[in-house]
């Protein structure tokens, strides 16, 4: 079993920046690809950034150029830094894993943290 343990949403106003990490914890597993999912309110859920364990990002649409995903291996933590924020990024930030766990792909969500943009 792998936790997600996420940090650093809040209220901000527009064209500023937050920055969330989300840290994994657990025995016997191996990060493959971790990263941030959101869902507004009335929506469905949006990839909004994703990174494997060596490197290679993938962001959705509506982030691309304001957002930057990272990672730190040796924590297995991840970073988003959210710069430029608009109201339309208020939503509920869910981080994101896949990992190598007793011989097979698991996927593992956090409790999501609240990101809110005033306008």
């Known amino acids: 079993q792998v936790q997600l343990v996420e940090s650093g949403g809040g209220l901000v106003q527009s064209g500023r920046s937050l920055r969330l990490s989300c840290v994994a914890s657990?025995?016997?597993?191996?990060?493959?690809?971790m990263g941030w999912y959101r869902q507004a309110p009335g929506k469905e859920r949006e990839l909004v950034a994703t990174i494997t364990s060596n490197g290679v990002t993938n962001y959705g649409d509506s982030v691309k150029g304001r957002f930057t995903i990272s990672r730190d291996n040796a924590r297995k933590t991840v970073y988003l830094q959210m710069n430029s924020l608009k109201a339309e990024d208020t939503a509920v930030y869910s981080c994101?894993?896949?990992?190598?766990?007793?011989?097979?792909?698991?996927?593992?969500w956090g409790q999501g943290t609240q990101v809110t943009v005033s306008s």
């Open positions: 994101y894993c896949n990992v190598f766990s007793s011989l097979a792909l698991r996927d593992f």
């Open positions: 657990g025995s016997s597993f191996s990060v493959i690809r």
